[in-house]
């Protein structure tokens, strides 16, 4: 029988091999410097975040000597809460001041010289007087919030060689800051305020608790709502659904709403929540129901995976033991699919979590100050926060920015952490 090759292919592919060889190195290390490439750039985006927010987690402060006269904070010696909470601790700073620096006495000089210190640090005095009322009429050194100038001069954020009409501080005022710094009475702390205050217009004095709770009633109503609807309906879908048009249907919706845009949900959340049935704008109650509708699709994909996972044998063996259909899936089923459940839901949770297009929609844009003390008051979060700061045109605000991604970033790892870990900690071999 004739060779049907004839003795030149042999030949031919031969020749091939090294390029094919050659092609696959090539294509070998492109991906890898796809991937070299890619890590460079999160690396550069990591280092130029932390190296911008690390410094808004200390703050600025100044040494001053105030005498807490007893004449200004409560002249009728009654230890009244609300008389000494009224008091002039702003007047008293100032005399502190005025006491470091007696060669100052222009007016424009004593502006000058006041705005060394932050607008909050009377509030701060007013704190430490009402918690220990003991220490009216005496003289206790208090180290006070500096202002985001001074602040971002000490940092090394603001530079002092540039011209003095292109600074925000005066050379007269780098003169006093030198002299407090030659004292010691100039130091960096620990800015406990950005993790305890609410937002303000002042950045020395904002922080993100205000908005750390508005997420955190957002996010327990998006589970309270999203969980258990997904699961029941992965449960029916994937269980007790009979094949259909009509199922069918239902499963390439709920693909879809997968993936639309999540500003789309914010439109229908204003539509729905606000305009016809007339929720509270900017509470955590309307973003809930807003970030409900966006995770809800992503459970229920998560849980019907979940459920598929788990092998027919398990089925077919509770079945045959007599259990019916609902407690074949609540007992046996449903307890083996709970770990891949619980890892969407999460997962789904952290996507709610630093969304900020659909809040922005249903109006939590909005400056809020106190801290909301339930699901239906005005209340921010944390991404829409960052937007906020974003958009301010103060230097100290772009730390804060940094520093608030940060914060946001740990939540998102932690909670994917949570995820990895539960889906470890349940899972149960075949």
Known sequence: MNNPHPAGLKDLVARQIPRRYRAEWLFEKAGLGALVVGLGFLAFFFYTLVMNGYTAFWQSRIALDVPLTAAVIDPDGTRDVDLIGQANYQGL????????????????????????????????????????????????????????DVDMLIKGHSSRDVPESDRRLSDQQLAWIDALQADGAVEKRFNRAFFTSGDSRDPELAGIWSATV???????????????????????????AARSRWTDLIEVNINNLAAVPSIVFGLLGLALFINLFGMPRSAPLVGGLVLSLMTLPVIIIASRAALTAVPPSIREAALGVGASKMQMVLHHVLPLAMPGMLTGAIIGMARALGESAPLLMIGMVAFIVDTPQSPVDPATALPVQVYLWADSPERAFVERTSAAILVLLVFLLLMNAVAVILRKRFEQRF
């Open 93 to 148: 700073l100032r005399d502190a001041l005025r006491t470091r620096f007696p060669e100052v006495t222009a007016r424009g000089e004593l502006r000058s010289l006041f705005a060394l210190l932050s607008p909050g640090a009377s509030f701060e005095l007013r704190d430490r007087v009402l918690t220990d009322p003991s220490v009216i009429g005496s003289a206790v050194e208090f180290w006070a919030v500096a202002d985001d």
């Open 214 to 240: 508005g997420s955190f009633f957002m996010l327990l109503v998006t589970l309270v709502l999203s969980f258990p609807l997904g699961v029941a309906t992965a449960i029916y879908l994937e269980e007790f």
